[in-house]
């Protein structure tokens, strides 16, 4: 069964750059489309923020463009995102999640998330 683990994340001030990591781990699969995804605090809800196909076709949250990129590296099972001119407002956990390929069939999987704060 793969494990999905974000890195990356961190305290950075308002208009600084992070860059998150999700490694997908393990063996006996292949992995399909790759989403970010976060939830901020008090919402109850996650926010689609980025997804990137197994071909690298891209998509955003409107309100994200330009300031955040996503891209994946193949042989390595890994997706980034690319963060920059972060505002307080960007201040959420951040999860990966992967369209994960079995023999024995699909399903979707979720990494635990990764902290990012923004102060001001």
């Known amino acids: 069964q793969a494990k999905l683990v974000e890195s990356g994340g961190g305290l950075v001030q308002a208009g600084g750059s992070l860059r998150l990591s999700c490694v997908a781990s393990?063996?006996?699969?292949?992995?399909?489309?790759m989403e970010w995804y976060r939830q901020s605090p008090g919402k109850q809800q996650r926010e689609l923020v980025a997804t990137i196909t197994s071909d690298g076709s891209t998509a955003y949250a409107d309100s994200l463009k330009g300031r955040f990129t996503i891209s994946r590296d193949n042989a390595k099972n890994t997706m980034y995102l690319q963060m920059s001119s972060l505002k307080v407002d960007d201040t959420a956990v951040y999860y990966c999640?992967?369209?994960?390929?079995?023999?024995?069939?699909?399903?979707?999987?979720w990494g635990l998330g990764t902290q990012v704060t923004v102060s001001s």
């Open positions: 393990g063996s006996g699969f292949s992995v399909g489309n």
């Open positions: 999640r992967a369209r994960l390929r079995y023999s024995s069939g699909t399903n979707y999987s």
